[in-house]
């Protein structure tokens, strides 16, 4: 999440500087406005897979996989009599 939010108000806000330096010096602020708030929206669920994908592979960095990841762990036994 932390990633996808990193990218998505980063990516906002370079677009509307972009829009404002482009039509600078009179910007259609209404425009540029539901613009920004349209990609605020649809920006994070376009990109959520890459972003997943990116922050499990900085997760494997930092916490590389032990043996104990690999093991299935012990299911308890049933407490039921055989009747």
């Known amino acids: 999440m932390t990633v996808n ?18 039509e600078w010096p009179s910007p259609n602020w209404k425009a540029i406005t539901i613009a920004g708030v349209i990609a605020a929206i649809v920006l994070p669920l376009a990109i959520f897979p890459w972003t997943k994908t990116f922050y499990l592979a900085i997760d494997m960095i930092f916490r590389p996989p032990s043996e104990e990841d690999f093991t299935a762990p012990a299911e308890p036994p049933l407490n039921r009599e055989l009747r």
């Not at 939010?5 to 482009?22: E, R």
Request: glycine share 6%.
């Open 5 to 22: 939010t990193c990218v998505t108000l980063t990516a906002v806000t370079v677009g509307i500087a972009l829009a404002i330096w482009l």
